[in-house]
Antibody, heavy 121, light 109 residues
């Protein structure tokens, strides 16, 4: 069974840091680009970051550049998101996602269950 | 950066057809994907690359894309279709390529 399982969320103070993990199973992780998407409470989906299959290319939403770092360990089938200088507006459920469909592989048919990050003092 | 515009809400009676639009500049030149999200759950891909359906998605879900508007069409709407729907594109020419629309709440009357 193809599965993504996020972990690492929790309560953090403004200005603090947190590292999220996403453990993949059931597919060849090293062949897939991976993505992070977040959703603030009661709000829509917001794209966060992406990393290519070999980790050589990364993308970030403008508001996360310089504060968040995406990485992966293909030997451990795990995706990471290191978040720093956290703000209240970073409070959200963070999902990891990937694509197994289509020629462009930009539609996310595989999602984790999400991990909640709360930034508050 | 590229912007996708969706109506905040759409209402439809059971058995009727719901159409949810996603507007963007020359969106017809891009591949559009659609997600369904129910409360407390992760999004589910229902249409990708404008009009393809993933395995397991009912044929009632279809998509089209032309000009400045992409449309998700849900035929013979059922109560279980009540959810939020999001469109998405990947703008490979941008350094911020992942873009979601604001979402549409589909209410089944």
């Amino acid at each position: 069974e193809v599965q993504l399982v996020e972990s690492g969320g929790g309560l953090v103070q403004p200005g603090g840091s947190l590292r999220l993990s996403c453990a993949a199973s059931g597919f060849t992780f090293s062949r897939n680009a991976m993505h992070w998407v977040r959703q603030a409470p009661g709000k829509g989906l917001e794209y966060v970051s992406a990393i290519s299959s070999n980790g050589g290319s990364t993308y970030y939403a403008n508001s996360m550049k310089g504060r968040f770092t995406i990485s992966r360990d293909n030997s451990k089938n795990t995706l990471y998101l290191q978040m720093g200088s956290l703000r209240a507006e970073d409070t959200a459920v963070y999902y990891c996602a990937t694509s197994m469909v289509g020629p462009t592989r930009t539609a996310f048919d595989i999602w984790g269950q999400g991990t909640m990050v709360t930034v508050s003092s | 950066s590229y912007v996708l515009t969706q109506p905040p809400s759409v209402s439809v009676a059971p058995g009727q057809t719901a159409r949810i639009t996603c507007g963007g500049d020359n969106i017809g030149s891009k591949s559009v994907h659609w997600y369904q999200q129910k409360p407390g759950q992760a999004p589910v891909l229902v249409v990708y690359d404008d009009s393809d359906r993933p395995s397991g998605i009912p044929e009632r879900f279809s998509g089209s894309n032309s000009g400045n508007t992409a449309t998700l069409t849900i035929s013979r709407v059922e109560a279980e279709d009540e959810a939020d729907y999001f469109c998405q594109v990947w703008d490979s020419s941008s350094d911020h390529p992942g873009i979601f629309g604001g979402g549409t709440k589909l209410t089944v009357l």
